[in-house]
Each structure stands twice: as structure tokens, then as C-alpha cells.
């Protein structure tokens, strides 16, 4: 069996608190790396909001192209509402991706689109920042998974420390 492996790839993003909340997206959702290209992020990159020290685990790189180096069995999905797409309910992930997102105030080259095996959109009323997209795609992928880890220690080892919270049983019918 192949091993998962997730690369989120960012088309030139601007807002250094989308990439930190990306980061922190990709620490949930356990992705492997995240890449970049463009200039915007690298000048704003002091103010990052990677409140949970993402980059420690997972890198965040930035690169020329968002394509090259990927391995022969990679595919690629673009993320984006564009006509023609394919709504990620009905998505089905494949075990080796990059998922490749626009920045938030343009879209995806229309040369990296015409390279992908896939591209799908989220069905809402209106974009979402980068982020949320990110997180959504990540949430979605794993809950199509055979993978999720579920349960107590899970929620224990996940939830802040100031997170008590416990559901009790109820003897209402």
C-alpha cells in the first residue's frame, strides 16, 4: 500500500496570517509540506501567524514552481472556482497529492490548471479567503479517509489545556 502524502502548494500569497493559518491548518490535518511562490510572502513573512509553530514540523518552502520536483505518482489538484470544476463532495482524493490554491486576490495560472489531474472547487456561496479553503480541502480529505484517528485520546492530547469540557451521559430518553 502506498503511503498518503500531502503538499499544499500556494500560488504567490500575499496575507502572512492566511500562510500562518495554513501552517496551522497543516499541522491538523497532518500534511506533509507546504511550498510557495512568489515574493509577497517572503516580505511579509515577519508578521507570520503560525500560532502553533508549524514550521517546525512541516516545511514551508518557498520554490520557483509549484510543479517541478514532484514525484512521478504525485497528482494534481487545483483548488479553485473555476467553470468546468468539480465540486469536492463528489471528489475522491488521491493517495499522493499537491493541492494547489490561488492567492487571494487572483487565481491559478491557467498553465498550472491545464497540467493538473484534477480540479475541483467548494461549493459556497461566495470565496473563501485562502485559509479557510485550505482547511476545508484538508477536512474533507480526511474525512473521506479509512485513516481517522477518532476518540478520547485523540481529543485529549488535541484540545488546549484550558479545554475541560466533558459530554455526560444523560438518563433522558
Same mark, same amino acid.
Given at each position: 500500500?502506498?503511503?498518503?502524502?500531502?503538499?499544499?502548494?500556494?500560488?504567490?500569497?500575499?496575507?502572512?496570517?492566511?500562510?500562518?493559518?495554513?501552517?496551522?491548518?497543516?499541522?491538523?490535518?497532518?500534511?506533509?509540506?507546504?511550498?510557495?511562490?512568489?515574493?509577497?510572502?517572503?516580505?511579509?513573512?515577519?508578521?507570520?501567524?503560525?500560532?502553533?509553530?508549524?514550521?517546525?514540523?512541516?516545511?514551508?518552502?518557498?520554490?520557483?514552481?509549484?510543479?517541478?520536483?514532484?514525484?512521478?505518482?504525485?497528482?494534481?489538484?487545483?483548488?479553485?472556482?473555476?467553470?468546468?470544476?468539480?465540486?469536492?463532495?463528489?471528489?475522491?482524493?488521491?493517495?499522493?497529492?499537491?493541492?494547489?490554491?490561488?492567492?487571494?486576490?487572483?487565481?491559478?495560472?491557467?498553465?498550472?490548471?491545464?497540467?493538473?489531474?484534477?480540479?475541483?472547487?467548494?461549493?459556497?456561496?461566495?470565496?473563501?479567503? %485562502? #485559509?479557510? *479553503?485550505? /482547511? !476545508?480541502?484538508?477536512? &474533507?480529505? %480526511? #474525512?473521506? *479517509?479509512? /485513516? !481517522?484517528?477518532?476518540? &478520547?485520546? %485523540?481529543?485529549?492530547?488535541?484540545?488546549?489545556?484550558?479545554?475541560?469540557?466533558?459530554?455526560?451521559?444523560?438518563?433522558?430518553?
Amino acid at each position: 500500500m502506498k503511503k498518503s502524502h500531502v503538499t499544499i502548494g500556494l500560488t504567490n500569497p500575499k496575507s502572512p496570517e492566511n500562510v500562518g493559518a495554513v501552517m496551522r491548518a497543516a499541522g491538523c490535518y497532518q500534511a506533509d509540506a507546504v511550498v510557495y511562490t512568489g515574493q509577497r510572502y517572503e516580505k511579509a513573512a515577519k508578521f507570520q501567524t503560525d500560532t502553533k509553530s508549524m514550521t517546525r514540523s512541516i516545511p514551508l518552502t518557498g520554490v520557483e514552481s509549484l510543479l517541478d520536483g514532484l514525484d512521478p505518482d504525485t497528482q494534481i489538484v487545483c483548488v479553485e472556482l473555476a467553470l468546468g470544476a468539480t465540486p469536492l463532495p463528489v471528489f475522491e482524493h488521491p493517495e499522493k497529492a499537491i493541492y494547489i490554491f490561488g492567492p487571494e486576490d487572483g487565481s491559478i495560472p491557467q498553465d498550472v490548471a491545464d497540467k493538473a489531474h484534477h480540479v475541483v472547487y467548494v461549493p459556497t456561496i461566495g470565496c473563501m479567503n %485562502l #485559509a479557510a *479553503s485550505v /482547511n !476545508v480541502l484538508l477536512y &474533507d480529505r %480526511l #474525512a473521506k *479517509s479509512s /485513516n !481517522v484517528i477518532q476518540g &478520547d485520546e %485523540l481529543i485529549m492530547n488535541s484540545r488546549d489545556n484550558r479545554n475541560n469540557l466533558q459530554v455526560k451521559t444523560s438518563s433522558v430518553a
